[in-house]
Each structure stands twice: as structure tokens, then as C-alpha cells.
């Protein structure tokens, strides 16, 4: 890898370290608070939000300025979010502020390298990178749970500034006061992200323009006969991924009996299991062969519902692990060909907005699906169920798809596969 390679790793890690243990300490405080259970599940459609509503800006100027000070105001964004969730502000808005953070700094992570790297290095590229995302979300979860937990916070509460009243006297508090440090860390590594030589473009003015060639670069990504079929795929993962999170802090409160702290361990045993298949995929998979994971898709959401009949620990742990494995297994590969894709029919830093556009409404929606059944009254159980039966048949029609470009268009989808053989080398 490139030098610089790394620099973008370290950024990425304690960024995304604070975001989950912000998502795990924002959970807790809406329990402390007495909130209804469901405000707990709308974190993750929260901050999902901005992904949506900023793609077709955050892609545009993530073009038009170097990507290591895109991604360094990002995290000051992330750095007022979690400000404004420590002094007062309801959760659901504050953690919104960070998912804005997130949603700049996105574009300009992944964006980055394919400017920094050839096509062929893009898959194992990937693979360190999910892996290690995977990696701060595994310490990330286990950070915030502990944080939160009778071991670290009495400490971290009784921690005082001389001549300064901080308000904080609860252990979510103090847990997201400890968090911004982590913020400023990932904001001071993203300084030293190098330049690359990839020319900028310039960033339009006018909101009208910006959104016009944003969909013109979706419509295109969806109208490729291999980029529509990777970012399904991708949009779907994410979308699951995404509200996994706080399903299997809800599935283990009531299947389990565990606390925040205590059900935060399983989300980062998800996560082990998403690291390794992520992985064994960068060592595996060629970028030509990605759509051989389709199958695994549909599996992922018959799993999710299996997570039902779990209700000891023993069982739980490899279940989980496998559950994260085929995830991880999906999305590298898929998400490698994506960015060849988009690569080649855009700019990368649009490309990548158009594919977090498609996730995060992927996340947003089945997030407020998950959401939506819990407020109604139904219980955990039924809900994990009907979220599952969502994910595995959306899954079987992508694979429906695919075979019929096969069928339909297989000259096109030859071309495309045998451009993405001749980038590997």
C-alpha cells in the first residue's frame, strides 16, 4: 500500500470509535431518562438523516477540496454534536449533528482511495479498511458499554476541573464528555492525510445544479448492469448492518436479560464476525467474481430472524460470529466493484455520495420500519422477525436481477466483468 495508506486507516479508526461509543452512551441516556423504548431505535434513522438529505452536496465537495481537510471538518462537525448531546440537547438531534459529520466524511474516506490506489489494490484496500472499521465498531460498542458501566464511570464521575462546574453527574455524561477527546484525536490524524495528484473539479454553485448532477450520477450508477446490482447489494448490507446495531441490544435485553453495558459485548461479537469474513473476502474474492456473494445475502436475513430462537450465551457468540461473517464476506467484495463502477463512470467523491445516499435511505427506511412496528406496540421478537423477512426477500429479487442481466444483456455484463479482470492486474 501507498504511503499515506495508513494515515487514512488511523483517521477512520478513532473516528468511527467515537461514533459507536457515542451510539451506545446515547442509548443509555435515553433510558436514564425514562424515554420510550423506541426513541432508542431512532438513533440510527437519525443519523442516517444527513446522508440522504447533504448526498448530493457532500460528494460535489468532497471533489472540489482535498479530501484529508473534507474529512478533518467533518469530525469538528462530529466534535459539536457531541457538545451539544453532553449539554442538554435531546439525543435524536445531537447524534443527527454527528450523523452530518459522518455524512461529509464518508465520500472523502472511500473517496480517497481510488485516487490514491489502483484498481487492482481496491479489494484488499477495502478489506484493511472494513476490517478495521469493523475493528472500531467491535471497541467502539465495548468502549461506550464500559463507559457506561459501574467499573469506569463512578471514576470518570468523580474526576473534577479545578474552579469549572461541568454539570455532568450522570455516567452516560461523563462517557460523552470522555468522547470528544477521541474526536479531537481523529480530527489532529486527518491533518496529515498527503495530498494526491487527482485534479479537483469544481464544486457548482447553486443548489439546483448540485442536485440535477447528483441524479444524473445515481440514475447512471443504477442503470450499470454491474453497479446497479453492487450498490443493491451494498444499500441492503448497510441498511442491516446499520440497524443491527441496536436490534442486538434490544433482542439481548429481552432474550438475555442483559444491560446496556452487558449487550454491548454481543454487538461487537457481530462485529469480530464481520471483521474475519471481511477479511477472508480481501484474500478470496477477485473483483470479477463479487456477484458470487449474492446467494449469502439472502441467508444474512433468514439468520437475522434465527436470532429469535437464541437464549443462551453459549449459543449466542457463534451464532452472532457467523451472522457477521457473511456480512463481511458480502460487502468487501461488493463494495470494492462498486467503486470500480463508479470510478469509471463519475467522479469519486460523487460516486461514493451517490452510494451513501442509497445505504443511508437503506438504513433510514428499514430503521424506521424497525422503528415504526416497535412504537406500535409490537414486541422485539415479532419485530426482529418481520425485519429479517424484509431483508432475505429484497435479497432474493437483487439475485432475480442479476440473473436476468445474465439472461437479457449478458454481452454488456461480459464487457464490464472482463474490464474489471484486466483492472486487477
Not at 102 to 107: M, R
Not at 402 to 418: F, I, K
Amino acid at each position: 500500500m501507498k504511503k499515506g495508506f495508513s494515515t487514512i486507516m488511523s483517521a477512520q479508526f478513532f473516528s468511527s470509535l467515537a461514533d459507536n461509543a457515542l451510539f451506545v452512551a446515547a442509548v443509555e441516556l435515553i433510558r436514564e431518562s425514562g424515554s420510550a423504548d423506541w426513541q432508542g431505535a431512532a438513533l440510527v434513522p437519525m443519523f442516517a438523516l444527513f446522508y440522504v438529505i447533504l448526498a448530493p452536496f457532500v460528494g460535489a465537495f468532497a471533489d472540489a477540496v482535498p479530501k484529508g481537510q473534507v474529512m478533518f471538518y467533518s469530525n469538528l462537525i462530529k466534535i459539536i454534536g457531541c457538545l451539544t448531546m453532553l449539554f442538554g440537547a435531546h439525543p435524536l438531534l445531537a447524534y443527527g449533528i454527528v450523523g452530518l459529520g459522518a455524512a461529509a466524511y464518508s465520500p472523502a474516506k472511500y473517496g480517497i482511495l481510488t485516487e490514491l490506489l489502483p484498481p487492482s489494490q481496491l479489494v484488499k484496500a477495502n478489506g484493511w479498511i472494513e476490517g478495521l472499521t469493523i475493528a472500531s465498531i467491535i471497541l467502539g460498542v465495548l468502549l461506550g458499554g464500559q463507559l457506561v458501566g459501574p467499573a469506569i464511570a463512578p471514576q470518570l464521575l468523580d474526576f473534577d476541573m479545578p474552579m469549572i462546574e461541568t454539570g455532568i453527574d450522570s455516567p452516560p455524561e461523563a462517557a460523552i464528555a470522555s468522547l470528544v477527546t477521541v474526536y479531537v484525536l481523529a480530527a489532529i490524524i486527518n491533518l496529515y492525510i498527503p495530498r494526491t495528484d487527482a485534479p479537483l473539479q469544481p464544486f457548482s454553485k447553486g443548489i439546483v445544479p448540485l442536485v440535477r448532477d447528483f441524479a444524473v450520477c445515481n440514475a447512471r450508477l443504477w442503470s450499470d448492469k454491474l453497479g446497479q446490482i453492487s450498490l443493491a447489494t451494498t444499500t441492503l448490507f448497510w441498511g442491516v448492518a446499520g440497524n443491527l446495531r441496536y436490534i442486538v441490544l434490544a433482542w439481548a435485553a429481552v432474550a438475555l436479560g442483559y444491560t446496556t453495558t452487558q449487550a454491548s459485548t454481543l454487538t461487537g461479537v457481530v462485529a469480530i464476525g464481520t471483521a474475519a469474513g471481511a477479511v477472508i473476502a480481501s484474500m478470496r474474492m477477485r473483483l470479477d467474481r463479487a456477484t458470487a456473494v449474492i446467494p449469502l445475502g439472502i441467508a444474512m436475513g433468514l439468520l437475522v430472524i434465527g436470532m429469535n430462537f437464541i437464549t443462551h450465551l453459549w449459543a449466542a457468540v457463534p451464532f452472532l460470529i457467523i451472522l457477521g461473517g457473511i456480512g463481511g464476506y458480502i460487502v468487501v467484495p461488493m463494495n470494492a466493484l462498486l467503486q470500480h463502477r463508479g470510478h469509471n463512470l463519475m467522479g469519486a467523491g460523487r460516486s461514493i455520495a451517490v452510494q451513501n445516499f442509497n445505504e443511508q435511505a437503506c438504513i433510514l427506511a428499514l430503521g424506521a420500519l424497525y422503528t415504526g412496528l416497535t412504537r406500535v406496540g409490537m414486541s422485539t421478537f415479532l419485530a426482529i422477525a418481520a425485519f429479517g423477512i424484509v431483508v432475505a426477500a429484497i435479497m432474493e429479487l437483487i439475485r432475480r436481477w442479476h440473473a436476468s442481466n445474465l439472461t437479457h444483456h449478458p454481452d454488456e455484463v461480459e464487457r464490464l466483468l472482463a474490464l474489471a479482470r484486466s483492472d486487477r492486474h
